[in-house]
């Protein structure tokens, strides 16, 4: 639900912000256009962060790694992604994101 609610809020964002402050003609020298595509950008940004987080909490071992994992996104984005998926192929020799499978005793 949380994904499909990012995603039809960040659709509808875009939708709105290409009606009302089109890309075309490039209006770079207007602050309100340029303000909007930036916060439109910002939602962009976020709305993927939520989806590689989910995918992070449901892979990690513990509940507090994965929340150190998704802070890093939220705050410094792309470099801690992209150090999350060499820390992946490093220490699990993939960056698929196989779930937890529980200890059979």
């Not at 609610?5 to 402050?21: D, K």
């Not at 209006?27 to 962009?44: P, R």
């Amino acid at each position: 639900v949380l994904y499909g609610a990012a995603g039809v809020a960040f659709a509808a964002r875009l939708g709105w912000t290409l009606v009302s402050y089109p890309l075309v003609p490039l209006q770079a020298d207007d602050a309100e256009w340029a303000s909007e595509w930036l916060l439109t950008t910002v939602f962009d940004f976020y709305t993927v962060a939520i989806c590689i987080c989910g995918a992070t909490l449901s892979t990690e071992d513990t509940l507090l790694v994965g929340l150190a994992w998704c802070l890093g996104y939220a705050v410094l984005g792309g470099p801690v992604a992209c150090a999350y998926m060499a820390y992946r192929l490093l220490v699990h020799g993939t960056i698929a994101f196989s779930p937890k499978v529980a200890a059979v005793e």
